[in-house]
Each structure stands twice: as C-alpha cells, then as structure tokens.
C-alpha cells in the first residue's frame, strides 16, 4: 500500500504504523553539529530501513565557498536516485537531535519539486522513547537506482543577490533563526573569523523557541509566536548561521499558514564574510 503523509511533520507513531508502506522511504539525515557531545556516529542504531541522506558531502555543493551550499537540479536528482528514491517515494527525514538538520532535507526536497515529504517529529530520540524497534546501522546496503527527478522552483530558496536587494528594497522581512547572543553580536560565531553581528532590519526568532523537548511545538502555540513578530501578509525570508536552522522556522511557519516564505542559502556565514561592517 502506497501512503501520502498528512502534514509537513509526522509523528513517530504515524511512522510505526506506516512502517512497511511500499513507497516509504526513511532518510537519516543528521549532521555532525546537530548531534551534542561529540557523539556523531558514536550511535550504532538507526529507524528500521532507514538511509542515510549526506546532507554535508552527497547534496551540498562541494565547491561553495560556505557550508551545505544548495546544489544543483542534476547532482540532487543523481544522488537522490542513488537513495532509490521514485517520484511516487513517501518521504519521512529524520534526525538524531530531535528537530535540527531535518528541516532542511524536508525543505530542499520541496525545493526540487517533491511534495510527499515530512519531518519526523522529535527525530531519533522520539522514536527510542517510543520503545519502537531499532536495527544496526548499515555500512553499505543494495538499493534499486529511483526514479526521482529534481525540478527546481526558485521561490523556495534565496541567494546573496536577493538579500543584497532586499535590504535596500525592504521588499522582505528578513527572520534570523540563531540564538539571541549571537544576533546580537554579545558572543562569537562558532565559525573561526567570522564576524558578529546580523543583516540589517532582520528580526531574531531563535529556532529553540520553536521547540519543546526536542519536538515542534503544536501548531496553535507556532502560530502565536509567529503572529507576535511578522504578519502573515509579508513576504519572509528565513536565515541563521548556515541555511540548516532557518528551515526549522520554514517549517513552523508553513505549518502556521505563512505561504510566501523562503530560506537564504548562505545564511550569516556568508552574509558575514562578504559585507564587512
């Protein structure tokens, strides 16, 4: 039996009972940052069929000058069918912090065209809490070559050029995703030499607001705090330190009903390295 997913994000029950659907397709998609203590791949199990989805080497840009650079329709299309990933593939991205680099999977598949596609709600450790079953992690796995095709729409994703517009043309408000101290400029940013601070008129909206033990908030609660700082009216643009976070507040918004939304690529790590102030 085929399945669709409901919403943007699923819960990890919805997952268990849909586990042996035909075209599910679980995609682990953590990243080192995302995982705290130093513990990447230090975690030997992962969801029962579960991929790994390569978000820093396999579908990023490799020459980008900055980190998990958007690739192109060809090498995401490539390395999407190397997932054996079909354009009928229902879609569930999780994590191993909980909520984190997810996002950013569930909106780069948005990106390139495909609409069955969810995040899993509290990631990896939701599911353990769950007490559903785990399997070892599978170095090498044999997998049918897919027949997804990406189709880039471009409203999803912005670049330098458009920000540089946008803040003389304040045609977008600008919503930062990183934390309090760091928008503000009061700590430094994890990345050696990159300066502090934030692109001008962007409002702060820490990702972590967003959260609670590790899963989305529910969507009443999303929508209170996304009605107290933008309207629904405007058109956004999300950004943080590297384009991952951002896709968190991508993800709370659409849930919210905010459609004219987009994340900026580069992020502040680009921003903050290109126009110096």
Known sequence: MEIQVPSSIVSVVWLQEHLEASNLIILNAT???????????????QIPHASFF?????FSDASGKFPNTFPSEKQFTTEAQKLGINKESCLVIYDEKG?????????????FGHKNVAVLDGGFP?????????EPKKATKKIVLG????C?????MRFFEDIVETVKSKSHVVIDARSESRFKGLEP?????????????SINLPYTRLLANGCL???????????????????IIFSCGSGITACILALGAEISGYENISVYDGSWTEWGSLIKE
Do not use: C
Not at 99 to 111: D, G, L, N, Q, T
Not at 126 to 134: E, I, P
Not at 147 to 150: E, S
Not at 152 to 156: A, E, G, Q, S, T
């Open 31 to 45: 990243i080192q940052k995302a995982v705290s203590n130093n513990d990447f791949n230090t975690i030997s199990t």
């Open 54 to 58: 390569d978000l820093k080497h396999k």
């Open 99 to 111: 909520i984190y680099s997810s996002a950013r999977v569930w909106w780069m598949f948005k990106a």
């Open 126 to 134: 939701a599911w353990k809490y769950a007490g559903f079953k785990v």
């Open 147 to 150: 027949n997804f095709k990406a």
């Open 152 to 156: 880039y729409n471009p409203k999803y």
């Open 189 to 201: 940013e994890p990345r050696q030499g990159l300066r502090s601070g934030n692109i001008p008129d």
């Open 217 to 235: 908030k529910t969507a009443t609660e999303l929508k209170v705090i996304f009605a107290d700082i933008v309207s629904a009216d405007n058109a």
